[in-house]
């Protein structure tokens, strides 16, 4: 009976220390040797126009910098979630969300002498190409159209971040350019009255979106 | 000099001063006589000056590319820009309807009707303007029907005050501007209201140097019934200004982002009729005849409009500061 007891006792603990050794030597799935990961399609992420807006930096009497606002991006931008190619931008501003904190300047913002929102009520850009530059980094060329005027521009873009909401997964992004907003007939200030407003432009801007869920 | 005072000189003071270059041949002997010329030479000069503010601030680009296709040039066409091509076909228009009103009474009240006509549909054909609009037939025949009542204002109504009345509306139509967001067209009117205060001013002077030429006895003879003003007689002046007022109102209104009410811009273009009202006070014969009671009337007339439009601004900026009291939402989280 007792040499029994010892018998099975000594099965099972050599059967535990088996089963011991086997998971501590069981491949885990980051030991998995490496392998191509499989393409992801790109996602479509529908930005949140709460969540999506961009600034602007102009100088103002050749003295301070004066940021604006403009509210309420909307558009789309497509993108794999594994960041296996750029993503693809395609957004548009309205030039009533323009914000500066003063409603006045809104007006003068909106009227003729700048972005004439009457004749130009938006602002757009849709991207054409982009090459990688770091991780979650991109140099995107696309086309910017501003007050009528279409020019293609470079735009510094990162993935901020992949995060999950409660309506589902959510993409970020943040681009950075700089214009010359002569360039897009925007000259009140700059010759008349002389250097009343600088010319160059400088944007950010951020934008979040609900990754689109796939179809079954 | 500042670049501001420099700006100001450039798009303001400057155009002035080519208007009063212009008109003054038409102020001096012999073209004062050729009541034609001076007509429209006044008449042109005043435009012109609204086309140098434009050029000034502009460029020749804006206006040139309405008719022809330049190269490299990618920028587009803006609406408000025609206001710089009406001016200067109101401009050649003054020289027309001048020309075509020298033969008799007859045909002169004939074609000075038609020309009221033919004028007013052109601007309505031609200023486009988004917003208020002018897509639509019923629109252009409402613009066209404002340009026949402010040019019948400055032709029934100002006679006498010409260009004061031209100082003081596109003076108003500047504020309007001004207060709506639009600097471009703020200075356009300031330096058309310039140009008739200008204009105005050789006028008078002209008139004066006159009076104290002629001689004591005859002085009756060579004196205006009314020296306040002394714009040349003749339909071509008030058809050129009331026509431009109007047109200019309506863009104002249509490019208008800070939603200035639209009886102003209305108003501003019907200063004239200011001299209507004094008439109910005034026997009509001595109102239109003494020029600076006109004067006054419409100047009376600005001031009003100012003073509704302080009183309406104050009372709308002291609704959007007004703290929220009840019904805040935070309230009910306690505190």
Known sequence: ?216 | MSAIAQYVFGVIVLPALVAAAIALPFVLRPLRDRRVLAEAGVACALMAAFVASFVTENGWIPIARQFVTIEDDDAPFERWHRLATIALGLGAAAWLIALARGGGERSRAAVGIAAVLLVAGGVAAVARFPGVTLESLSSRVMVAVFAVAAIFGFAGFARGVMMWAAWIVFGVLALLMQESGNARLTVLCGATSAASFAVGTLLWLGARLRAKAASPAGAAKDAQPHTFDSAPRGIAVPIVLGAMAAVVAVSGRAYDQLDVPVGYWYAAALLPYMVLLGEVFIRPTVMRRRGLLAFLAILLGAGVLGGTYALWRTSENSAESAPATEGDSLDKYGG
């Open chain 1, 1 to 216: 009976m007792k040499h029994r007891a010892a018998l099975v006792l000594s099965v099972l603990s050599l059967a535990s220390l088996g089963l011991g050794s086997l998971a501590a030597t069981a491949p885990r799935a980051q030991d998995a040797p490496a392998t191509a990961p499989a393409a992801v399609a790109p996602s479509t992420i529908t930005l949140d126009p709460v969540h999506s807006m961009a600034v602007f930096r102009v100088q103002h009497l050749g003295a301070g910098y004066f940021w604006g606002r403009f509210n309420e991006l909307t558009g789309t931008v497509e993108w794999p979630l594994d960041d296996s190619a750029a993503p693809k931008f395609d957004v548009v501003a309205e030039v009533s969300k323009v914000d500066t904190g003063s409603a006045k300047l809104d007006g003068n913002l909106q009227g003729p002498s700048f972005f004439n929102q009457a004749e130009f009520p938006t602002i757009a850009f849709k991207s054409k190409s982009a090459k990688k530059t770091g991780e979650r980094r991109y140099a995107v060329t696309g086309d910017l159209t501003l007050r009528g005027v279409t020019k293609q521009i470079e735009v510094d873009c990162t993935v901020t971040g992949i995060g999950k909401g409660p309506t589902g997964q959510k993409v970020g992004f943040e681009c950075a350019f700089t214009i010359l907003r002569a360039d897009y007939g925007m000259k009140w200030g700059i010759d008349a009255p002389k250097g009343a407003l600088g010319n160059e432009v400088k944007m950010i801007i951020a934008l979040e979106g609900d990754v689109a869920k796939s179809k079954e």
